[in-house]
């Protein structure tokens, strides 16, 4: 099976030779590696090889997470399987897609696989339990069938490594055009309501994490309550996010507790956070656009709202 790899890149930084250097160790051959980039300034085009990858540049103001990926996906559409990373996701080992590809050659209902997440070397405490917790040790298939059992983690996934068939993938019209955020959740919840599968494997292994601050905590969060209330048909079909928040907060402090106790304020102040922002978010309509943009962590989408 013939598999192109999509990366957008935006001033990708230090790590973005690792990121590279991560794909050409690759054990399974890739048959494209298309590079989007937004009008990086700080050298991430100098390591970018023109023989070997396909390029396409736009502008800053143009980049939207499911329309500038979907665009890729339609421009260079000759592969059997689509894997997108994220700059700042590095392939973990030799056969991360490898597992991919396989997993999704073995099994025909699978219409996308997501990878694991381990968190980054220099990692902190509560970056760490983020991974630990979204990302755990056991692969898992789901399908519609299972959303009266995880409810809205039914459709968890992430673009940071994630694998879609092309088929499924063009079935249900690709990413949207337009989302603030989570067009890898979207395209998720329409494979499934199609009839289609998707895997966690936990055993293709990519290192990606943050370390946000409260302030950004609340702006990713706001972004997310936004998300939310626009796709209505999420909490319809999947279930509402609110008794997850409170699995992963007793998670997080039970974490913390053992490994960094004088973390714990940290911790409730950055749930606090999310909180409030998912909470604003959810209500976005009846704030000014010029606020709402100053709450968010995606700038460029209320410049098209």
């Known amino acids: 099976m013939q598999v192109n790899i999509f990366i957008p890149t935006l001033n990708a ?9 991560g794909v050409a ?3 399974y051959p890739i048959s494209r590696l298309v590079i989007i980039d937004s009008g990086s300034t700080d050298g991430t085009l100098d390591l970018i090889n023109e023989e070997t990858c396909d390029l396409i540049q736009i502008d800053k103001k143009n980049f939207d997470h499911g329309g500038t990926r979907q665009m890729a996906a339609e421009t260079f559409p000759d592969a059997d399987i689509f894997v997108f990373l994220t700059q700042d996701a590095i392939l973990a080992e030799p056969d ?6 396989e997993s999704l050659a073995n099994n025909p209902e699978l219409g996308m696989v997501y990878g694991r997440q381990l968190p980054h070397k220099n990692a902190k405490v509560l970056e760490t339990h983020a991974r630990l917790f979204n990302y755990p040790s056991e692969s898992k298939v789901r399908s519609l069938e299972d959303a009266d059992r995880y409810g809205i983690r039914t459709i968890s996934c992430s673009n940071s490594f994630a694998a ?35 895997a966690y494997l936990s055993h293709s292994k990519i290192y990606h994490s943050h370390d946000y601050s409260a302030i950004e905590e609340f702006k990713r969060y706001f972004d997310i309550g936004v998300f939310h209330i626009n796709n209505r048909w999420i909490f ?17 402090l039970t974490y913390t507790l053992k ?43 209320w410049s098209h709202s």
Not at 96 to 101: C, E, K, L, P
């Open 13 to 21: 930084g230090k790590i973005w030779k690792d990121v590279l250097a």
């Open 25 to 27: 160790m690759q054990t």
């Open 96 to 101: 991360a897609i490898r597992v991919m590809v």
């Open 164 to 198: 879609y068939r092309k088929t499924a993938f063009f079935e249900v019209n690709g990413f949207p055009i337009g989302s603030i955020l989570g067009e890898d959740v979207l395209i998720a919840g329409k494979m499934l309501l199609n009839g289609w599968k998707l």
């Open 236 to 252: 319809e079909k999947f279930g509402r996010a609110e008794s997850e928040g409170f699995k992963y907060l007793k998670s997080e």
């Open 259 to 301: 490994h960094n106790p004088l973390l714990i304020p940290k911790c409730l102040i950055a749930t606090g956070a999310k909180l409030a922002g998912y909470k604003l978010g959810l209500h976005y309509r009846s704030l000014p656009l010029g606020l709402s943009k100053s709450l968010s962590m995606t700038k460029a989408y």
